[in-house]
């Protein structure tokens, strides 16, 4: 199965996204971005972090969260927002 970035890795399911496998794909390119799983350091959802490094001098440097209730969500706005 591809998605618009390359071949979304299937799980167990026959067919199902195998979301981790895909988080850590983005870690890779983006060895910026820190991934709290729930249960760490208190969060509820699947987090993001990273600090802002894209030239533009009035928003470099600014630290960005960003929370989703399935790491597949979170997965699909990250990779919209830092593949794009």
Do not use: C
Not at 14 to 20: A, I, N
Not at 35 to 43: A, E, F, I, S, T
Not at 58 to 82: M, N, Q
């Amino acid at each position: 199965m591809a998605g618009p970035h390359g071949p979304v890795p299937l799980g167990a399911a026959g067919g199902t996204p195998d979301h981790v496998k895909r988080m850590e794909a983005l870690l890779e390119r983006h060895k910026h971005v820190t991934w709290l799983r729930p249960g760490q350091v208190g969060v509820a959802w699947h987090t993001a972090t990273w600090v802002e490094v894209d030239g533009d001098p009035r928003i470099d440097g600014t630290p960005v969260t960003v929370s989703r209730e399935t790491l597949g969500l979170l997965v699909d706005y990250l990779i919209a927002r830092l593949d794009a």
